[in-house]
C-alpha cells in the first residue's frame, strides 16, 4: 500500500504519490493536450494526464484494455520519413518552408540549426527559449530541430516536444508537423490534417507563452507549415494550414480546466492509480474522480472503454453523444427519457419532454400501436362479412 497522502505537500509530491510509488511519469504530449482540450469536462482525464499516468497500463489492469495509439509499424514509418525531411540540415523542409510560407524572403542558402540538448525538461525548455532569442536578434533563416517547449494547464507545466520549429528572416515563428499520411494531388484526408491542426494549435500556444517573455515579442504565425509524402513517394511535400480556429477553440476549452489542484486535494486519502494495486483498489481509485464519456472519446482515450462501461451500466445518456446529451435537459439517464417519453414522469411543460412525448406518439402511430377499437356487440356480423 502507498503512504496516505499528505494534504499540504506540494502538487509534485501529490501528484507523485497518486501516480505510485517509484512509477515515472508519462509525458504529456500535444496529441493528449488536444485531446483533453476536446472534452475539458473530464476531471478523470485531467488528474491522470496531470499526474503523468500511464493511461494504457491502467486501462490493462482495470480489464478494459485499449487499442487506441499508432501501431509500431507506422511509428517506424514516419519516424524514417521524418529523418529524410530534415536531412542534410534541414534543407528541403526549409525549402518547402520557404516557397508555401515566405516566397517574398531571402533563400534559406546558410540557415543555422542551434544545439538543443540539455538535462531534464526544464533544461531543455530554457535552452530552446534562449535558442528562439538568439535566432531573432541573429536574423536569417533557423531551424529549432525537436525543441522543448513549456504550457501550463490547469496549474501545472507540460512539456511539449513539436518536430521543429522555423525561425524566419523577419523574426517570426512557424511550428512544423511533419506526419506519414500522404497528399494526393495537393490534398491529404481532412480528418488527419484536422487532428495535425489541433495538436500544431497546442504548439502555437506554448510558442506564443515563449514569445511572450521576450521585448518586443516575436510573431508567431497562425499558419502552420503540413509536411507529408508526396502521392504515393516518399518524397516530401507540404502545406500551409490555418490554425487559428484551432488555436482559438483550444485556448478557451484549456482555460475551462478544472485546476488539477483542486482535483487532487478533493480525492480520498490514499488514493493511488499505481497498475500494481489489486483490480478492486484500483477501480474505486479511478470510480473515485468523475468522468464524462462520450463516444468522441473511443479515438482519443485509452480508458474510452472501461468508461463506456461504466456509462452504459448507469444507463447515462452522454453514451448516446454530446449532442443528444444536450437536447435532453435535465435528463441524465436512458431510464428517465423513457419515463419521460411514455408520460410517467417529467414536467410537460419541459420542451424536452414535450418533444419526447410527441415522438413517442408519431412512433406509436406509425407502427400501428394506437388503442384498438372497441369490439362490437355482435361480432358474429364481422364473421358473415365478406372479405373485401
Known amino acids: 500500500m502507498p503512504p496516505p497522502r499528505t494534504r499540504g505537500a506540494a502538487l509534485r509530491q501529490q501528484l507523485a504519490e497518486l501516480r505510485g510509488p517509484d512509477v515515472p511519469a508519462k509525458a504529456l504530449d500535444a496529441r493528449a493536450l488536444a485531446a483533453l482540450a476536446a472534452n475539458p469536462g473530464c476531471k478523470r482525464r485531467a488528474i491522470l494526464d496531470g499526474a503523468g ?16 495509439g499508432q501501431s509500431q509499424f507506422a511509428f ?10 530534415k536531412a542534410d540540415g534541414g534543407a528541403e523542409l526549409l525549402r518547402l518552408a520557404h516557397e508555401k510560407l515566405d516566397p517574398g524572403a531571402e533563400p534559406p542558402a546558410h ?3 542551434p544545439e538543443l540538448s540539455a538535462i531534464g525538461p526544464e533544461g531543455r525548455a ?44 523577419d523574426g517570426s515563428w512557424t511550428v512544423v ?6 497528399m494526393l494531388d495537393g490534398s491529404a484526408d481532412p480528418a488527419k490534417v484536422g487532428a495535425a491542426a489541433r495538436q500544431a494549435a497546442v504548439y502555437v500556444l506554448a510558442l506564443e507563452e515563449v514569445a511572450a517573455k521576450l521585448r518586443p515579442a516575436p510573431p508567431v504565425r497562425h499558419r502552420i507549415l503540413l509536411v507529408c509524402p508526396k502521392d504515393f513517394s516518399n518524397l516530401p511535400t507540404a502545406s500551409a494550414v ?3 480556429r484551432q488555436r482559438a477553440v483550444t485556448r478557451r476549452q484549456l482555460a475551462r480546466l478544472t485546476r488539477i489542484q483542486d482535483i487532487a486535494d478533493a480525492l480520498p486519502e490514499g488514493t493511488c492509480f499505481s497498475p500494481e ?36 451500466a448507469a444507463g ?46 408519431l412512433r406509436a402511430e406509425a407502427l400501428g400501436d394506437a388503442p384498438e377499437p372497441r369490439t362490437p356487440e355482435h361480432p358474429e356480423s364481422l364473421e358473415a362479412a365478406p372479405c373485401r
Open 53 to 68: 499516468v500511464n493511461k494504457a497500463a491502467l486501462a490493462g489492469a482495470l480489464g478494459s484494455p485499449s487499442v487506441f
Open 76 to 85: 517506424t514509418r514516419g519516424n524514417a520519413f521524418e529523418s529524410r525531411v
Open 111 to 113: 540557415a543555422r540549426v
Open 126 to 169: 530554457a535552452r530552446t527559449a534562449l535558442a528562439l532569442r538568439e535566432a531573432v536578434e541573429a536574423g536569417g533563416w533557423t531551424l529549432l530541430d525537436h525543441p522543448m517547449l513549456a504550457l501550463d494547464v490547469a496549474g501545472t507545466p507540460a512539456f511539449l516536444e513539436p518536430d521543429a520549429v522555423v525561425v524566419h528572416p
Open 177 to 182: 508537423e511533419i506526419k506519414s499520411f500522404p
Open 242 to 244: 490555418d490554425v487559428r
Open 277 to 312: 494495486l489489486p483490480a478492486a483498489e484500483l477501480t474505486a481509485a479511478v470510480e473515485a474522480v468523475p468522468a464524462t464519456y462520450a463516444p468522441e472519446c473511443l479515438s482519443a482515450c485509452e480508458l474510452a472503454f472501461h468508461c463506456r462501461d461504466r456509462s452504459r
Open 316 to 361: 447515462a445518456v452522454t453514451s448516446l453523444g454530446r449532442s443528444v446529451r444536450a437536447e435532453l435537459g435535465g435528463l441524465s439517464t436512458v431510464e428517465d427519457v423513457l419515463a419521460a417519453a411514455r408520460g410517467e414522469a417529467g414536467d410537460p411543460q419541459d420542451p424536452a419532454v414535450a418533444a419526447l412525448r410527441r415522438a413517442a406518439h
